[in-house]
Nanobody
Framework: QLQLAESGGGSAQPGGSLRLSCAAS????????LAWFRQAPGKERELLAA???????YYSDTVKGRFTISRDNAKNTVYLQMNSLKPEDTAVYYC????????????WGQGTQVTVSS
């Protein structure tokens, strides 16, 4: 089983930046796709970005051009750099992992709150 632990949430002003980190441990993190989701109050959880150990990352249209996912394979850590933040980015952000080739994310972090307001 893969364990995930997020850090780096907090508050920012519109137009500001935050960086989230997610440390993966346990069963062979390098075999997993690591991703970032978020869930705002009253809304469904949405996939924002995903990255395997190699290849191009995936971004949703919502965050493409503003957020960057990166992965340090030596540290088994995935990051989400969030720039040009908007109030609508306010949500709980989750790190998730799925075994390569699987359609379902089976490992989840506890979530970290991001609040964007002036």
């Amino acid at each position: 089983q893969l364990q995930l632990a997020e850090s780096g949430g907090g508050s920012a002003q519109p137009g500001g930046s935050l960086r989230l980190s997610c440390a993966a441990s346990g069963r062979s993190p390098s075999l997993y796709v690591l991703a970032w989701f978020r869930q705002a109050p009253g809304k469904e959880r949405e996939l924002l970005a995903a990255r395997y150990v190699a290849g191009d990352p995936y971004y949703s249209d919502t965050v493409k051009g503003r957020f960057t996912i990166s992965r340090d394979n030596a540290k088994n850590t995935v990051y989400l750099q969030m720039n040009s933040l908007k109030p609508e980015d306010t949500a709980v952000y989750y790190c998730a992992g799925k075994f390569r080739g699987s359609q379902v994310y089976t490992s989840w972090g506890q979530g970290t709150q991001v609040t964007v307001s002036s």
